[in-house]
């Protein structure tokens, strides 16, 4: 039975592990005891480590045949220390790691001005969060290269489950961009990106990346007036781009401002994948 370890063990990484608890002994990085209770209760064999403080990383070496990395960058800098970290304990075991599976993000290709787009498009990060997404790439896509690991990219955009949908905004009365200025917004459900983390295990190519992006098209005020609708909220109110930043703060508003629309062609043909939620707003 292969041996795999979940690094960054979180909510995307809970729905998985129904998926795959009976066909691989799992592990799970944890920084504390409620974490690593939570995790045994779960089925996965808990390591105490911690992604920041790469002395704590020693048990890594050679753990596993297979890593599912899911962990976020710091918030701050232009580096992704953690990910680095990580490397350099994967590269100290006799060893190392066949597979390597990350969650980045769909936020590497910047401002697209709502044009369609695939995984051939240059990155072009435009943010700090970006920068720092890009730079784990290329450490892992490096690390793949020189240890004959296959490492596949997961680019995901915004994640939304059930419970995690952005009710609250709503019912603040947050605004959106008025149109002509209404961005493209891409979406996938939790479980969908769980389940495109499994089948990377075992269709993943080397040094490839997937964008994990469901089949809905809508601008981001569509999106918020269907969930409105859909949940008996009033909608958002509109406003212009030179007012909108100062209501909903410089990150808000540089979410907001990188407009582009996705194809999942890719990860449906080479990984097989038929989306559990194929549209954020179902029916839409």
Known sequence: MQRWLIVGAGDVARRMVPLIHNRVLLFALCRDKTAAARWRSLGALPIMGDLDCPAT???????AQGIFHFAPPPTAGLHDPRTRHLVAALRRGTSLPQHLIYISTTGVYGP?????????????????????????ERAL???GTQSNCTVTILRAPGIY????????????????????????????????????AVRAMHYGRPNRVYNVVDDSNLTLGQYYDQLAHRHGL?????????????VVGEMGYSFMSESRRIGNHRIKRELALEWRYPHVIPNC
């Open 57 to 63: 990383l020693r048990r890594l070496s050679g753990l």
């Open 112 to 136: 697209c001005a709502g044009a369609w787009l695939d995984e051939t498009r240059p990155v072009n990060p435009v943010t700090a969060r970006a920068l720092r997404r890009v730079d784990a």
């Open 141 to 143: 896509r490096i690390f």
């Open 161 to 196: 489950a059930e419970d995690r949908l952005p009710l609250e905004r709503l019912r603040a009365g947050l605004p959106v961009p008025a149109a002509p200025h209404d961005p493209f917004t891409n979406h996938i459900h939790a479980l969908d990106l769980a389940r495109a």
């Open 234 to 246: 009033p909608p958002p109110p509109r406003l212009p781009l030179d007012r909108l930043k100062e």
